[in-house]
């Protein structure tokens, strides 16, 4: 099983909607989560970390479940500027300084 | 503002060369990465360094090297360019605190091999 998997969509959604997707993480010891977005030719930049208590920016909402392993994000009101490649990561997958990163999830978000 | 760059954004190379990025930051992180990403497969963890001449192999070593001279500039080393490094190469710097965990990207470096 991988450390951090994700759907890679895309998932298309009309403008206003709201979407949800989820990230399952293999390590039952990590606490903490990152979402990272990543615009098209872009580097990945921190959108918002994830506890147990879950996180809530705006639009974004962001859980974690630890008895099923798994965090979402959720958007709600989506804009045309919400389009991009959302990106999963364990933080601390193993102990040490290394990060896990999903392969991503596409979302576009249309008119 | 935390800054990452990188020497190049688009680098064309032919097999055998011997090719070097450069990855520089200016907030005084502790922690440096290079990863490289290919459609499909995500980022994947190349070398990273947690202080000056300090590295440690990430998932994907092979064919790659790293240098830590200063603790700003961490630097990838392809000794002997192959096509199947054709790739985006992305550096980044990390700040861990007791209230931070951010991991700041460079712009990215597109290699191709010819």
């Known amino acids: 099983r991988k450390e951090v998997e994700q759907d890679p969509g895309p998932f298309n959604v009309p403008e206003g909607a709201t979407v949800a997707f989820n990230c399952t993480y293999s390590?039952?010891?990590?606490?903490?989560f990152f979402w990272y977005r990543q615009d098209c030719r872009k580097e990945p930049k921190l959108l918002m970390s994830?506890?147990?208590s879950g996180n809530e920016d705006g639009r974004f909402t962001a859980q974690l479940n630890r008895a099923s392993q798994y965090i979402s994000l959720l958007i709600r009101d989506s804009k045309l500027s919400d389009s991009a490649t959302y990106l999963c990561v364990d933080p601390n997958p193993g102990g040490g300084n290394k990060l896990t990163f999903g392969t991503g999830t596409q979302l576009k978000v249309e008119l | 503002d935390v800054k990452v760059t990188q020497s190049s954004r688009y680098l064309v190379k032919r097999t055998g060369e011997k090719v070097f990025l450069e990855c520089v930051q200016d907030?005084?992180?502790?922690?440096m990465f290079w990863y490289r990403q290919d459609p499909g497969l995500g980022l994947r963890l190349i070398y990273f360094?947690?202080?000056?001449?300090?590295?440690e192999k990430g998932d994907i070593p092979e064919g790659y090297s790293v240098s830590r001279e200063k603790k700003e500039r961490f630097s990838l080393i392809l000794e002997s360019a192959s096509t199947n490094q054709t790739s985006m190469y992305l550096c980044a710097s990390r700040i861990r605190t007791s209230g931070t965990d951010t991991q700041y990207f460079g712009p990215g470096t597109r290699l191709t091999v010819l």
């Open positions: 390590n039952s010891a990590s606490q903490s």
């Open positions: 994830v506890y147990s």
């Open positions: 360094s947690y202080d000056v001449k300090m590295k």
């Open positions: 907030m005084d992180h502790e922690n």
